[in-house]
């Protein structure tokens, strides 16, 4: 089960949450559920997110893509880094050399 954070940042670069969702999957049906549901809370055209921040999750990006077409899609720093030294470690490691007998 994954959780699904919603939050918004002021103009003082403070964060606060908007909402949490529990997910049963991280499929686009999902993700579309979440997006209508934020799109009918936040009814006014200028509430709309501007910025969606994800972790390449492409079921996510494709939906943020669809339903909200004038929102700008951001990769997260956290989750960037973290791949890349998962894809290092798993990569890049150094095979010790068999000793001569």
Do not use: Q
């Not at 209508?36 to 999750?57: I, S, W, Y």
């Amino acid at each position: 089960m994954s959780l699904f954070e919603i939050v918004r940042v002021t103009s003082t670069t403070k964060t606060y949450y908007v909402g949490f969702v529990f997910l049963a999957s991280e499929k686009e049906g999902n993700f579309t559920w979440v997006l209508e549901m934020l799109a009918g809370l936040l009814f006014l055209k200028l509430n709309m997110p501007t910025v969606v921040v994800t972790d390449r999750d492409n079921a996510l990006m494709n939906v943020v893509v669809k339903s909200l077409p004038e929102t700008s899609g951001l990769l997260c720093y956290f989750h960037i880094g973290k791949n890349v030294r998962a894809k290092c470690i798993m990569d890049c490691r150094v095979k010790p050399k068999a000793k001569d007998v």
